[in-house]
């Protein structure tokens, strides 16, 4: 079965517009795990518009199944990393000026960068991923800096529609192939959704995907248990189809 990561970034967004102490993502994990999550998955930005590192402290202490901490490879961030010892470190490029993560991390342009933040994550018992674009130079400079994960980025499938959507849908078949062949853990994520998220899944051999916003935005209409065992509910009906 494709495990579920839940990104409960948004939940911390809420609360930073206030800065306040409500709602709490802390709350949030424990939900998303009753719902069926397989995972947590936090990103501390270096800005922290949404998650702190009060936050990243907690969440590891309360998460009952596996933590995935996103970040950019900054040495600050690594710092924490090594501190918390998360179950994996996804490496994600960060732009101050962006709302979201915009695009996978350039391996190639940026390799030794990369290598050596896998390095000091995989040193410390870290799992390591790179969230890449479904491009097979991408994943094999990836292979090159010994992380053992991949994330492949979804947003270009997820925003796009027909002929388009299905050419973006072979890509990262054609991405997740390639890095399987190379013995990563293949995961997938952004713009995912409780409609696009069926083609995905189907992916052979996907392990994980990872998903925040559309879930945390059906939690509020349905709560956020509600809101992951849905999504738990599409993803192993559409295996079993
Ligand atoms: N995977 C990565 C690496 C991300 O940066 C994000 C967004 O924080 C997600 C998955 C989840 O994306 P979305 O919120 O669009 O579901």
Redesign the pocket.
């Known amino acids: 079965m494709v495990k579920l990561?839940v990104?409960i970034?948004?939940v911390a967004t809420v609360r930073q517009a206030r800065r306040i102490n409500e709602p709490d993502p802390v709350y949030a994990v424990t939900l998303a795990e009753l719902g069926g999550a397989d995972g947590i998955?936090i990103?501390l930005r270096e800005d922290r518009r949404h998650i702190q590192d009060r936050d990243v402290y907690l969440i590891k202490e309360v998460a009952k199944t596996r933590l995935n901490l996103?970040m950019a490879c900054v040495n600050e961030i690594i710092e924490v990393a090594l501190d918390v010892k998360p179950d994996m470190c996804?490496l994600?490029p960060e732009k101050r000026e962006e709302v979201?993560?915009e695009g996978g991390l350039d391996v190639i342009q940026n390799f030794d960068l990369v290598a050596s933040t896998v390095k000091r994550l995989s040193e410390a018992g870290i799992e390591v991923s790179i969230?890449i674009d479904p491009d097979t130079k991408q994943i094999d400079k990836a292979f090159e800096t010994g992380a053992k994960v991949i994330?492949l980025?979804?947003?270009r499938y997820?925003d796009t529609k027909g002929e388009e959507q299905k050419m973006e849908l072979k890509r990262l078949k054609v991405a997740a192939a390639h890095a399987i062949d190379k013995g990563f853990k293949v995961?997938a994520?952004?713009?995912?959704?409780y409609i696009n998220v069926r083609d995905i899944v189907k992916i052979p051999m996907l392990y994980e995907v990872?998903?925040?916003?559309?879930?945390?935005g059906r939690s509020i209409f349905v709560g956020l248990k509600e809101a992951v065992s849905q999504m738990k509910s599409i993803i192993n009906s559409t295996l079993k189809c």
């Open positions: 990561g990104n970034d948004h998955t990103h996103e996804t994600v979201t993560t969230f994330e980025h979804t947003g997820a995961s994520g952004h713009g995912l959704n990872n998903i925040g916003h559309s879930i945390i």
